[in-house]
């Protein structure tokens, strides 16, 4: 079949995008579903970090590739062998799937499915190969899901699936922002209720983390370099906020405190905040290299730790099912990180936006697919 989608073709391009125009919208083909995938018609996609730091060259990938990594949309077809997954189910998607089978997956404890980590860095699918093709190329998929496009050919372990009554566009940020982010909070870091939370960075991610440890009953401080940010975030969900430089020059020490940058300056402001007997934990994505210096002494003479957490940290069919609940009772208003919606056509401003600091989270929205179904 036929569909659209945003196809990057050139990495690291100069700004803006929008003149330069690095993601093309290509007509694309796709394969049908193999068995154990099936074939999603997205309906909502969000505009996340991950995705721009592969426009932008922080994150090196071949092109072409079909961008997008954190999607919502309905099932319309199975392949063979598929459980769990029915035509007509509502489902996000998951950039990072768990085969079950190797040995990460049976270990104790959480690792990164081996199998799923090796075919996200090929840009294959799970079992194997591509299911995209341009111009008669097969090219890459993004995290396994590809979801800047109108149908995304995915493993039936790319995808959980959701309450009817789950807004799409909320939907969508359940498998990439806030399972990132509240994974952080509840699984790496373990943050209780009456305990002090601080979150620097505040993207997607970390507004993700503050509404879920507001959620569980933790004290939350916002931290960024951005003054709007930080408004936006005492706005949000924040009980105060800081500049980095404030809250290190006022000896602020917090219980939990989670980067959410992506830089060795944020980390390193992050591990100065944790106090005695603290959890810092790290989830943004920095250039491949990149190191920082931290007092080894302080770490084991104050009892503190450093972790690291991608994904959340969590297995993505438990934890997102447990923030759709936390999202349909009230205590988690995803919504609220939206701030902006655009189309296929507009991805290459939604970059500059993000890129520039104006958007939390921007949704991609899909009006009814014209291609769809074409042979």
Same mark, same amino acid.
């Given at each position: #079949?036929?569909?659209?989608?945003?196809?990057?073709?050139?990495?690291?391009?100069?700004?803006?995008?929008?003149?330069?125009?690095?993601?093309?919208?290509?007509?694309?083909?796709?394969?049908?579903?193999?068995?154990?995938?099936?074939? @999603?018609?997205?309906?909502?996609?969000?505009?996340?970090?991950?995705?721009?730091?592969?426009? &932008?060259? +922080?994150?090196?990938?071949?092109?072409?590739?079909? /961008?997008?990594?954190?999607?919502?949309?309905?099932?319309?077809?199975?392949?063979?062998?598929?459980?769990?997954?029915?035509?007509?189910?509502?489902?996000?998607?998951?950039?990072?799937?768990?085969?079950?089978?190797?040995? &990460?997956?049976?270990?104790?404890?959480?690792?990164?499915?081996?199998?799923?980590?090796?075919?996200?860095?090929?840009?294959?699918?799970?079992?194997?190969?591509?299911?995209?093709? /341009?111009?008669?190329?097969?090219?890459?998929?993004?995290?396994?899901?590809?979801?800047?496009?109108?149908?995304?050919? @995915?493993?039936?372990?790319?995808?959980?699936?959701?309450?009817?009554?789950?807004?799409?566009?909320?939907?969508?940020? /359940?498998?990439?922002?806030?399972?990132?982010?509240?994974?952080?909070?509840?699984?790496?870091?373990?943050?209780?209720?009456?305990?002090?939370?601080?979150?620097?960075?505040?993207?997607?991610?970390?507004?993700?983390?503050? /509404?879920?440890?507001?959620?569980?009953?933790?004290?939350?401080?916002?931290?960024?370099?951005?003054?709007?940010?930080?408004?936006?975030?005492?706005?949000?969900?924040?009980?105060?906020?800081?500049?980095?430089?404030?809250?290190?020059?006022?000896?602020?020490?917090?219980?939990? @405190?989670?980067?959410?940058?992506?830089?060795?300056?944020?980390?390193?402001?992050?591990?100065?905040? $944790?106090? @005695?007997?603290? $959890?810092?934990?790290?989830?943004?994505?920095?250039?491949?290299?990149?190191?920082?210096?931290?007092?080894?002494?302080?770490?084991?003479?104050?009892?503190? &730790?450093? +972790?690291?957490?991608?994904?959340? &940290?969590?297995?993505?069919? $438990?934890?997102?099912?447990?923030?759709?609940? #936390?999202?349909?009772?009230?205590?988690?208003?995803?919504?609220?990180?939206?701030?902006?919606?655009?189309?296929?056509?507009?991805?290459?401003?939604? #970059?500059?936006?993000?890129?520039?600091?104006?958007?939390?989270?921007?949704?991609?929205?899909?009006?009814?697919? $014209?291609?769809?179904?074409?042979?």
């Amino acid at each position: #079949m036929k569909a659209r989608a945003a196809v990057l073709g050139v990495i690291g391009a100069d700004r803006p995008w929008e003149q330069t125009r690095p993601i093309e919208i290509r007509q694309i083909d796709l394969e049908a579903p193999r068995p154990g995938e099936v074939l @999603v018609r997205m309906e909502a996609a969000g505009v996340c970090h991950s995705d721009l730091s592969r426009v &932008s060259g +922080v994150r090196e990938c071949h092109v072409p590739m079909v /961008l997008g990594h954190e999607g919502c949309g309905i099932v319309e077809h199975v392949g063979a062998d598929v459980t769990g997954v029915s035509v007509g189910d509502k489902v996000t998607l998951t950039f990072m799937p768990r085969c079950g089978e190797c040995a &990460s997956c049976l270990a104790p404890g959480w690792r990164l499915c081996e199998r799923g980590l090796a075919a996200n860095a090929a840009g294959e699918m799970l079992s194997g190969g591509r299911r995209i093709a /341009l111009d008669g190329m097969p090219i890459d998929h993004h995290g396994g899901v590809s979801a800047f496009a109108e149908y995304a050919v @995915v493993d039936q372990h790319s995808v959980v699936v959701l309450p009817h009554e789950i807004p799409s566009d909320v939907g969508a940020l /359940l498998g990439c922002a806030v399972l990132t982010g509240g994974g952080a909070v509840i699984n790496a870091a373990r943050a209780r209720a009456g305990q002090s939370v601080a979150i620097v960075g505040l993207g997607g991610v970390g507004l993700a983390a503050a /509404l879920v440890a507001r959620a569980i009953g933790a004290h939350v401080t916002a931290i960024d370099t951005n003054p709007a940010k930080l408004t936006a975030a005492t706005e949000l969900v924040a009980d105060d906020a800081f500049l980095p430089d404030e809250a290190i020059d006022a000896g602020k020490r917090f219980d939990v @405190v989670v980067e959410c940058v992506g830089h060795p300056a944020a980390l390193a402001s992050a591990v100065s905040l $944790t106090g @005695v007997g603290g $959890t810092t934990v790290t989830v943004g994505l920095s250039r491949p290299g990149s190191t920082v210096a931290v007092d080894s002494l302080a770490l084991v003479t104050e009892a503190r &730790s450093l +972790v690291g957490s991608y994904m959340g &940290s969590g297995v993505p069919a $438990t934890d997102i099912q447990r923030y759709a609940e #936390m999202y349909l009772d009230g205590t988690l208003p995803v919504e609220r990180l939206i701030t902006g919606s655009t189309c296929l056509e507009d991805l290459n401003v939604a #970059m500059d936006r993000l890129q520039d600091g104006l958007e939390i989270r921007q949704i991609v929205r899909f009006e009814p697919a $014209t291609s769809g179904g074409e042979e």
